[in-house]
């Protein structure tokens, strides 16, 4: 079996023992993380894949995950984007509490103090002045050590590829919420954190999930990885995520939608969204503090097509087409499309079965 497929197989066979397990995540997960040889040979093969093949084989630069992150990360933090943000975020609030029609002297002299206040937090912030704070979450092989001119990366996966990456359960890690006082700023604190399986609340400027949410079985892990990442991000920080989808831009946009929503009730915003031919990236900043929404209203929201197995969803739309009926004979794909009729969501069988990424 090539490496592609065993990865995927990887991820199908969890799925499956999802669905056969009456949801029951926790069991299924904790027997996963204990068949260390699987996990092992996954990370062996997730290396070659991205080094061996899609790296040495040409991958265009415009077409690499890692350095669209790079780039967005750096375009956000040092090519103006977040004084741009804070800028306009400063004349709402002016606004807001002024009305329009105080002096716009008035008001420049307002939205400057308030950027520079806020940008002036966001450099201290940074490591020797200039270093951006990075959390890789499944980072495998640590493929933003490259680039450690710009960036302090924590690198932390189930299973490390390289020794540079630290071992850690993401769905399972504590987060210490104590306030953080502004000298502990240096790298090597995080990996004495991991060491108590724990992470800091409100310390990192990025969270990466590269091919990440994919990985699990259930929209609800993929919700609480999304939880988590708001928890750790500092006001103003970016979470990025990188998901594989080698069909057309349109044809999972009610996906990219509902993703959008859900994540943006946790206390994010938008900023970015790219469709390569492979993937969807997008970049989300940190925007409110404090989670807007009830817990776990939007976790349903996070599904991904692979969730349907051999069915794809369609959202609010009604389904006549001749394929669903062969669906009703399997009785399993009955009850899973009961289910989801009831939250509003309408299968049909998918004749085609579109090749992925991984
Ligand atoms: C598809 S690989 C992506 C690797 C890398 N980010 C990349 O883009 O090449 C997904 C990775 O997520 C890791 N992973 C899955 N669940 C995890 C968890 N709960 N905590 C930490 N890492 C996890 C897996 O071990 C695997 O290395």
Redesign the pocket.
């Known amino acids: 079996m090539d490496a592609a497929s065993f990865?995927k197989s990887v991820h199908a066979g969890l799925r499956q023992k999802w669905h056969e397990g009456h949801e029951d995540f926790d069991n299924i997960w904790q027997e996963h993380c204990n068949q260390s040889d699987t996990?092992q040979k996954?990370?062996a093969a997730?290396h070659h894949l991205?080094v061996d093949n899609w790296q040495r084989l040409g991958e265009p630069q415009e077409e690499n995950?890692i350095f669209w992150c790079k780039n967005v990360i750096m375009e956000y933090y040092f090519n103006g984007i977040l004084q741009k943000i804070l800028t306009k975020q400063a004349r709402r609030l002016f606004y807001l509490e002024n009305g329009q029609n105080i002096q716009s002297s008035m008001m420049n002299a307002f939205v400057s103090k308030e950027v520079a206040n806020q940008v002036a937090i966001i450099q201290r912030s940074f490591i020797n002045c200039d270093k951006v704070k990075l959390l890789d979450?499944?980072?495998?092989y640590n493929?933003f050590a490259e680039f450690s001119q710009s960036f302090v990366t924590t690198a932390?996966?189930?299973?490390p590829a390289d020794k540079s990456v630290i071992q850690?359960?993401?769905?399972n890690v504590a987060i210490n919420e104590a306030e953080l006082s502004e000298q502990t700023n240096d790298g090597v604190t995080c990996a004495e954190w991991l060491k108590s399986n724990q992470l800091q609340a409100r310390y990192f400027h990025v969270v990466i999930f590269?091919?990440?949410l994919s990985?699990f079985p259930s929209p609800v892990q993929r919700w609480k990885c999304c939880i988590h990442a708001h928890r750790l991000l500092m006001q103003n920080g970016l979470l990025l995520i990188i998901t594989p989808d080698s069909s057309h831009q349109n044809r999972n946009s009610k996906m990219v939608k509902s993703w959008k929503t859900a994540i943006e009730s946790i206390g994010f915003t938008r900023w970015k969204y790219v469709k390569l031919d492979h993937l969807h990236c997008m970049a989300f900043r940190k925007s409110c503090d404090v989670t807007k929404n009830d817990k776990d209203k939007f976790a349903s929201s996070m599904y991904i097509p692979q969730d349907f197995n051999d069915l794809t969803v369609h959202n609010n739309t009604i389904c006549n087409d001749a394929n669903a009926v062969s669906c009703s004979d399997d009785t399993k794909v009955l009850a899973r499309c009961i289910s989801l009729l009831l939250k509003g969501t309408v299968l049909y069988h998918n004749p085609k079965n579109e090749q992925s990424y991984?």
């Open positions: 990865i996990l996954y990370a997730m991205a995950r979450v499944g980072s495998c493929p932390i996966d189930l299973c850690c359960d993401f769905l590269c091919l990440l990985y991984i």
